[in-house]
């Protein structure tokens, strides 16, 4: 590891790479496969060439490909996404709440033409039912749109009543995020930044699930909490992809930075633990239904 980057943290490197504006860095690699990968899950067309020239150069580039035609709102939305990063970054000062959730999504789709339908409400909460579909599974009830909001709350307060340093913390919240589904759309996207936000935030290696995770990811949050351990998994194999890259720019691991390995053992036994009193709390999957 380079000397100078001794006691420096992942969000202190983040932040001066950002300020800095180095091209080749972490930051820069950070940004593009996190808008890529969150975007393909969610049907985006581009390729990663195109996410790095937009990231680079702020120019939209053809498929090198062939492909045909592209929607504008890929683009769009990819460049949003390194806006709402930034804001990610800004805001690590603050504790997660509704406000930050919803600046994330009006940030990810000003702009798109998606705004021009009377039912996608742009950083608020969804004004219709929705549904969700995990891989091949059948349509799930999402939460009404007139309970969404008191839901989030009693979702943020048992959230910060947890301990935060437990990677099954956050993996929980995603998918009761989720769940919920608080947004007309864009669940997804704002569900895994704040995912990153709060890993990142807690000494944890953020995750970037990769779209070639995709199949598994959306699974994982199919049989959950039945199964919580699958999205756990999921997750924890997303960290060492990111890992591996944040190693090879920062030449070690970064001060504070708990890798999940380390992350696992620690928390076998309290994820045991935590389960007992999840269930004496009555946080059961009853308690996300309408």
């Not at 997750?235 to 001060?255: A, H, N, R, T």
């Amino acid at each position: 590891m380079v000397e100078a980057l001794k006691n420096v943290t992942l969000i202190q490197l983040l932040g001066d790479q950002r300020r800095a504006g180095t091209g080749n860095s972490l930051f820069a690699m950070t940004q593009i496969d996190l808008a890529y990968h969150s975007n393909k899950i969610e049907g985006s067309t581009l390729t990663k060439e195109q996410v790095t020239y937009l990231f680079d150069k702020n120019e939209v580039v053809s498929d090198d490909n062939g492909s045909g035609l592209q929607p504008m709102d890929d683009f769009v939305v990819a460049n949003n996404h390194f806006k709402a990063f930034n804001l990610m970054l800004d805001t690590l000062d603050q504790p997660l709440s509704a406000d930050i959730i919803k600046s994330f999504h009006r940030v990810l789709f000003s702009g798109i033409r998606k705004l021009d339908d009377p039912n996608f409400t742009l950083g608020d909460w969804k004004t219709i039912p929705n549904f969700i579909q995990y891989a091949n599974t059948e349509l799930v009830e999402t939460v009404s749109p007139d309970k969404v909001n008191q839901r989030l709350l009693d979702l943020l307060e048992r959230y910060f009543e947890k301990d935060q340093s437990l990677l099954f913390t956050h993996t929980d919240f995603h998918y009761r995020f989720e769940a919920i589904h608080p947004f007309a759309d864009g669940n997804g996207r704002v569900g895994r930044l704040i995912l990153f936000r709060e890993t990142l935030k807690n000494g944890l290696v953020p995750p970037i699930i990769p779209e070639s995770f995709r199949r598994d990811y959306l699974k994982a949050l199919a049989v959950y909490p039945e199964d919580d351990f699958v999205f756990y998994r999921v997750v924890c194999q997303s960290q060492d992809l990111y890992l591996k890259q944040i190693e090879y720019f920062f030449g070690g691991i970064p001060v504070g930075l708990e890798p999940p390995v380390k992350q696992f053992q620690k928390s076998k036994k309290a994820f045991r633990e935590w389960l007992d009193k999840r269930e004496q709390a009555d946080l059961s999957p009853e308690s996300n239904a309408n």
